[in-house]
């Protein structure tokens, strides 16, 4: 299955935030507690930081919060986002299928990705669970064909 495939299925759900294909951004230098909040309220696990809201700068997630949290304490809610979010946002393009994307995210040890096309503006997000549920379709797919092959139909 393709990112985009996965993207379209999103589109069709029901659920808040990153998961239904809407963009959930943040500024730079907002504070931790803002992107807590934010994460909070839309029931999200990750949010792209992004000054314009159409090219990702980074990405923070509830992990590096309380990271931080327990290294720092509680002062760390005041600090700019900037300070914290992962940098280095590792993204992916619509036709990359969802094996490859399993295969980053594991080797990464993150769990969303931002879509992006030739000129880096985002276009959507998708995560872990994303790839998964993408990748268990393919491969129902390949094993009812197999099975259809074998009985003769």
Known sequence: ???NQM??????????GIEAQTIVTIAPEATLADAAQLLAEKRI????????????????????????????GIDILKMPIHE????AVQTCAMGEDAL?????????RFRHMPVVDEDGKMLGVISIGDA???RLKELAAEKEALTGMIMGS
């Not at 000054?51 to 290294?71: A, C, F, H, K």
């Open 1 to 3: 299955m393709l990112v």
């Open 7 to 16: 993207l379209s299925m999103k589109g069709a759900s029901d659920k808040a």
């Open 45 to 72: 696990g990750a949010v792209v930081v992004s000054s314009d809201g159409v090219r990702p700068e980074g990405i923070l997630s509830e992990r590096d919060i309380v990271r931080q949290l327990g290294r720092n």
């Open 84 to 87: 914290v979010m992962t940098k």
């Open 100 to 108: 490859n994307v399993l295969e980053r995210m594991t080797a990464g």
């Open 132 to 134: 998964v549920s993408g």
